[in-house]
């Protein structure tokens, strides 16, 4: 488990950016990995933690937020409508709200439930067609409908694609939300995280890094 080293990358990637640590939150990407390694990143003291799957979430979130006390957990995989009422319940942030009409669901069911969790807009930097996420010629248009849908908007969230430099990628998302007034950015996973904090994210997403590789099987 290298929690440490990961944090201590963390202290020098905001040094050399000339930004606080406390500016950035790091969230432990805990998808697919064996619940002892989870634990053991619980018991050095770590509470936030990402999913990207709501089933897989439910499955062992409910249990480990009775043990132990301020655990957040974000869901950053993508969303299904007729999932949005049980993902509102489990997660404390969701990072891929993709399309209009399931921003129209999060916003009903906020009316209905008087509770939200903090969202962040995904947006497919690469326009690759085997993600989702809003276009970037069409964010503008979406971030005021959520606005104008009372969405509680933390900012954007985008996943470069594999075999292209980041750091264009970060640096769009940055734009699109300086030029609309949003703060926050989810960006940066293991292999990039430095760099995405050199262009402002505010929360990295970091999974094999600290709990090692994910075996699927
Ligand atoms: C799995 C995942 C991560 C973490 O990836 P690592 O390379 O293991 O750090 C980050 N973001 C999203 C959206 C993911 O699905």
């Not at 990402?50 to 132990?68: C, I, L, M, S, T």
């Not at 489990?90 to 129209?104: E, T």
């Not at 409908?145 to 430099?165: A, H, K, N, Q, S």
Request: aromatic share 6%; net charge negative; charged share 25%.
């Amino acid at each position: 488990m290298s929690l440490q080293e990961i944090e201590d990358r963390l202290s020098r990637a905001c040094a050399e950016a000339g930004r606080a640590r406390d500016e950035i939150a790091l969230i432990a990407v805990s998808k697919i990995q064996p619940l002892e390694r989870v634990e053991a990143v619980l018991e050095a003291g770590h509470r936030l933690f990402g999913e990207n799957r709501v089933q897989e979430a439910a499955g062992k979130w409910p249990d480990f937020k009775e043990r132990y006390e301020d655990v957040s957990v974000h869901l950053i995989g993508p969303l299904q409508s007729n999932k949005a009422r049980q993902a509102m319940e489990l997660f404390d942030a969701i990072h891929s709200v993709d399309r209009p009409k399931l921003a129209r669901t999060l916003a009903r069911l906020a009316d209905e439930t008087g509770h939200c969790p903090e969202l962040f807009i995904q947006v497919n930097t690469g326009e690759e067609e085997q993600k989702v996420g809003i276009l970037p010629a069409d964010a503008d248009t979406f971030i005021a409908e959520c606005r104008g849908l009372d969405l509680p908007l933390r900012g954007l969230m985008c996943i470069p694609p594999v075999d292209e430099t980041p750091a264009l990628h970060f640096a769009l998302l940055q734009k699109i939300a300086n030029r609309n007034g949003l703060t926050g950015l989810s960006m940066g996973m293991s292999g990039d995280f430095e760099q995405a904090i050199a262009f402002g994210a505010t929360h990295v997403r970091v999974g094999s890094a600290i709990f090692g590789d994910r075996v699927y099987d």
